[in-house]
């Protein structure tokens, strides 16, 4: 789950790091009064959607390209850098060019800053470890500076048995070039920064640009967050930050079902029982030259109810083309699948190629119940067998169109 920045500011003061002073705005005047709540005399204001480049982005309807972060010198430019964003599409390398609408905005104190760097915290699993990865180069796309100066990132991997000391904090400190007042400021930040990414189960904390102020300060000046939906329910406060106007709608009814599903750009859709099963089943359509229009996990307990509702759920996406169920029945029954992949077949009247492949538990039973259903239901005897004949299938049927 992704939250805003000043969601992920807030959730970060809370555990000592320090971050500019601001206050979230839902509207053009509450953005005039947050402003109001500030020192001064130098305010940011920035658009709130999930996804980064909002500074160096444009907004779809061509009013304006002066980007979604602004610097402001009085409370008026506040109202006009408000004004020009509050309800407009911003688009973004990260947004693709249909963008995201501005709902909110976040007007904060403006910093001296001394200099940018780069920092992270996410899970390492080639380590299996919480690890930290700092740079030089803030404000820059981490994946640019890999590609084109790797030696300027420095990883600091935290033993789980140990967790984080100061002596890690100081490593990274001085990976940056950082001394005297501004490293015992660092120390402080990387030992906060960590506290908040294991007690609140983020996935992943990047704060880019982290700075260091005229005062030898280290601040997050912007902070982006996410979490492990997995241990929400122990996370209340984390959970009732989700912003649901900024989740793909198929991906928030998949959501409600319990279901572990991600729009791509393909047109045969999938619905695959278990992660690893369904990551086999998009890689080997592709080798048989077809692309998969989704990831979507059923899990290994599913019953009719969420079968029905996966198959809808493929069937929304206008740019499927063809269909391809690929069921291991462990604890999942074989003719449960075949009950919910017949219902919602009728329910939505199903028009594009259907390829079926089962196995395991009460296969039989689940394929008499396919066979029977009189629906145009393509059966495979195995893996690649399916992916061949749904590939092929829908080739067919977008030529026939």
């Known amino acids: 789950m992704n939250i805003h920045e000043y969601q992920a500011k807030t959730l970060l003061k809370h555990y000592g790091v320090a971050v500019p002073d601001g206050h979230a705005a839902m509207s053009v005047a509450e953005a005039v009064e947050a402003a109001g709540e500030l020192p001064g005399p130098l305010y940011v204001v920035k658009a709130q959607i999930h996804a980064g480049g909002r500074g160096a982005g444009h907004f779809k309807d061509g009013s304006d390209d002066k ?38 905005l976040y007007v904060t104190d403006g ?11 996410l899970l390492d699993r080639a380590t299996s470890r919480v690890t930290f990865m700092v740079s030089t180069e803030g404000g820059m796309d981490i994946e640019e500076v890999a590609e084109s100066s790797p030696e300027k990132i420095h990883k600091v991997s935290i033993d789980p048995a140990t967790g984080m000391m100061p002596f890690h904090a100081r490593k990274l400190a001085f990976a940056l070039g950082l001394g005297g007042a501004s490293m015992k400021s660092a120390v402080k930040f990387f030992m906060a920064l960590y506290n908040a990414f294991t007690q609140l189960d983020a996935s992943i904390v990047e704060i880019n640009p982290m700075i260091v102020t005229d005062k030898d ?20 406060e984390v959970s009732a930050m989700r912003d649901e106007s900024e989740e793909d709608e198929k991906e928030r009814q998949a959501h409600k079902y319990d279901l572990s599903y ?3 750009d393909g047109n045969i859709g999938c619905m695959v029982n278990g992660a690893g099963l369904a990551m086999s089943t998009m890689d080997i ?3 048989y030259g077809g692309e998969p229009a989704n990831f979507l996990d059923v899990g290994g307990g599913a019953d009719q109810e969420k079968v029905t509702a996966a198959f809808k759920l493929i069937l929304s996406d ?8 690929n069921i291991f029945g462990g604890i999942m029954k074989c003719d449960v699948i075949a009950d919910g992949i017949v219902a919602a077949a009728k329910e939505v009247s199903l028009n594009v190629p259907l ?15 396919l066979a029977g259903s009189g629906l145009p239901i393509i059966a495979a005897d195995n893996l690649a067998d399916a992916a061949e004949k749904v590939v092929k299938a829908t080739k067919e049927a977008a030529q026939a169109a």
Do not use: H, W
């Open 111 to 121: 910093v001296d800053i001394s200099k940018e760097y780069y920092c992270s915290v």
């Open 262 to 264: 991600v729009a791509l």
């Open 67 to 104: 980007g979604g972060v602004r610097l402001c010198k009085t409370v008026d430019d506040v109202k006009a850098a408000a004004e020009a964003m509050m309800n407009k599409v911003l688009v973004t390398k990260q947004t693709g060019p249909e963008g995201k609408e501005v709902q909110r």
């Open 318 to 325: 206008p740019n499927v083309k063809g269909v391809l169920v």
């Open 217 to 236: 300060e280290v601040m997050a000046l912007d902070a982006k967050m996410n979490f492990d939906d997995n241990a929400l329910f122990r996370q209340q």
């Open 355 to 369: 390829v079926v492949r089962l196995e395991g538990t009460n296969v039989e039973k689940g394929k008499e119940i």
């Open 285 to 287: 359509i592709k080798l």
